[in-house]
């Protein structure tokens, strides 16, 4: 009975443990994601704001065409322009949130990783370190 007792006293202590673990590969692997997502987004924006200065240099009666699926839809130079600073504006929005997001799991991660150590330390304690 006693040895009972320790082994369900020893595996509610380890839960915690585990279940911190658990939390800090969860939140790693979504700041992994989150990392990729901002640097897509930032190569987007780039080539956006190039594509923009390009076209800033062409005459106002030079053709353009914007892509709609599989084909070229020929559109007025100030459409283009103004369909691209709208693509650019959202893009620089979409960067902000995953910014903030990003901010927001690194705050969760730490506070995690806090955790495991004091719950570390309070195991070494308890057991005689």
């Known amino acids: 009975r006693y040895w009972r007792k320790m082994s369900s006293a020893r595996e509610e202590e380890e839960d915690p443990q585990l279940e911190l673990q658990r939390k800090k590969v969860i939140l790693g692997k979504q700041l992994i994601n989150l990392q990729g997502q901002l640097q897509m987004k930032e190569r987007v924006?780039?080539?956006t704001e190039l594509?923009?200065?390009e076209i800033?240099?062409?005459p106002e009666k030079t053709?353009?065409?914007r892509t709609?699926?599989?084909m070229f839809l020929a559109t007025p130079l100030p459409e283009v322009k103004d369909g691209l600073n709208k693509f650019?504006?959202?893009t620089a929005t979409e960067i902000t949130q995953l910014e903030a997001r990003k901010k927001y799991l690194e705050k969760?991660?730490?506070s995690v990783m806090d955790e495991i150590?004091?719950?570390e330390s309070t195991s070494a304690i308890s057991t005689g370190g």
Request: glycine content about 4%; charged content about 40%; hydrophobic content about 30%.
């Open 108 to 110: 969760q991660a730490k």
């Open 117 to 119: 150590k004091q719950s």
């Open 88 to 90: 650019l504006d959202d």
């Open 56 to 58: 800033k240099m062409l």
């Open 51 to 53: 594509t923009i200065a």
């Open 45 to 47: 924006k780039r080539s």
């Open 63 to 65: 053709r353009t065409y």
């Open 68 to 70: 709609v699926g599989r």
